[in-house]
């Protein structure tokens, strides 16, 4: 929901996708994923945090990660391996 809000601001949502990002590396239970998340989102970070990004663009991206949640919050692996592929 938080990504949803934030799409119109790109620097708010930016905040609100490395959360997203590490919230599902730490489920997964992995510290090695954990750890390589950290060093993902330091450099989505650095690429997009001048950039900003269109709303469009953001609202799309916040489609994406709904799929990707609501495969994992109903247990269905595959989907939810799809849907990061897809992403």
Same mark, same amino acid.
């Given at each position: ?38 060093? *993902?989102?330091? $450099? +989505?970070? /650095? ?9 469009? !663009?953001? &609202? ?7 799929? *990707?949640?609501? $495969? +994992?919050? /109903? ?9 990061? !592929?897809? &992403?």
């Amino acid at each position: 929901m938080e990504l949803y809000v934030a799409a119109d601001d790109p620097k708010e949502y930016l905040i609100h996708e490395m959360a997203f990002h590490s919230t599902v590396a730490q489920a997964v239970g992995n510290p090695i994923l954990s750890t390589l998340m950290t060093s *993902i989102n330091t $450099a +989505i970070y /650095d690429a997009h945090h001048d950039a900003g990004g269109r709303n469009e !663009e953001l &609202h799309h991206s916040v489609e994406r990660y709904r799929k *990707i949640f609501r $495969a +994992i919050r /109903d247990h269905k692996p595959e989907e939810a391996r799809k849907a990061m !592929e897809d &992403h």
